[in-house]
């Protein structure tokens, strides 16, 4: 019995969550110059680049670009979730998404031909605020490389790249990406469970 009491107790002093459909959670709103847009990617560097998120979200989803000389049916994106550019992480997720040709080319260092990325992962859990996105891509190799926009736009700080554990350099412009997921919200419990409830703890108290 007083397993109920402490079940139906809780059950008042807690709100449900719920999130809401799939959508944009953060544009970094950079503006693409694909003939000076490639920074080296791949398990050897990383890419950072700071967001924000205006409400506690299920992030699932990222959209980005890459330059590729070979190209690619797809994409693995391991993305690290940190506190800020080089802090401390406070999740990882591993993405896979298609590569889609854009039609662009970037003749930064050599020739390579863009791609647009839409790679998905399991949910991330962050509550509203700033946070940075560290970036790794394979397959590894010079070949590919992250889509970047100008200095003036974008979010924030602009991005920083990292080689293995050397210092973090700094750069003037911003890493072009998007995050999607689902918005969590709060919903109280209804005023009609509300007065069940407070009844059927008062019925088992005098029980």
């Given at each position: 019995?007083?397993?109920?009491?402490?079940?139906?107790?809780t059950?008042?002093?807690?709100?449900?969550?719920s999130a809401?459909?799939?959508?944009?959670?953060?544009d970094?709103?950079?503006?693409?110059?694909?003939?000076?847009?490639?920074?080296?990617v791949?398990?050897f560097?990383?890419?950072?680049?700071?967001?924000?998120?205006?409400?506690?979200?299920?992030?699932?989803?990222?959209?980005?670009?890459?330059?590729?000389?070979?190209?690619?049916?797809?994409v693995?994106?391991?993305?690290?979730?940190?506190?800020?550019?080089?802090?401390?992480?406070?999740?990882?997720?591993?993405?896979?998404?298609?590569?889609?040709?854009?039609?662009?080319?970037?003749t930064?260092?050599?020739?390579?031909?863009?791609?647009?990325?839409?790679?998905?992962?399991?949910?991330?859990?962050?509550?509203?605020?700033?946070?940075?996105?560290?970036?790794?891509?394979?397959?590894?190799?010079?070949?590919?490389?992250?889509?970047?926009?100008s200095?003036?736009?974008?979010?924030?700080?602009?991005?920083?790249?990292?080689?293995f554990?050397?210092?973090?350099?700094?750069?003037?412009?911003?890493?072009?990406?998007?995050l999607?997921?689902?918005?969590?919200?709060?919903?109280?419990?209804?005023?009609?469970?509300?007065?069940?409830?407070?009844?059927?703890?008062?019925?088992?108290?005098?029980?």
């Open positions: 019995m007083c397993f109920f009491k402490l079940l139906l107790a059950l008042l002093i807690l709100n449900f969550s809401t459909a799939s959508s944009l959670l953060f970094n709103g950079a503006t693409l110059d694909p003939t000076n847009a490639t920074w080296n791949g398990s560097y990383k890419i950072y680049d700071d967001f924000e998120l205006m409400q506690d979200s299920q992030v699932t989803g990222i959209d980005f670009r890459i330059y590729s000389v070979s190209g690619g049916s797809g693995v994106a391991n993305l690290s979730f940190y506190d800020t550019i080089g802090g401390t992480i406070i999740e990882s997720a591993r993405a896979v998404g298609p590569a889609t040709p854009n039609g662009t080319t970037s930064n260092f050599n020739v390579r031909f863009g791609y647009d990325v839409a790679a998905t992962f399991p949910e991330v859990v962050l509550s509203a605020g700033i946070y940075a996105l560290g970036i790794t891509v394979s397959p590894n190799g010079s070949n590919l490389a992250v889509g970047i926009g200095g003036d736009t974008g979010f924030g700080s602009p991005l920083s790249q990292q080689f554990t050397d210092p973090i350099i700094d750069h003037a412009e911003h890493m072009v990406f998007s999607h997921g689902e918005i969590i919200t709060s919903v109280p419990i209804p005023a009609a469970l509300w007065l069940f409830t407070t009844g059927l703890l008062g019925m088992i108290g005098v029980a």
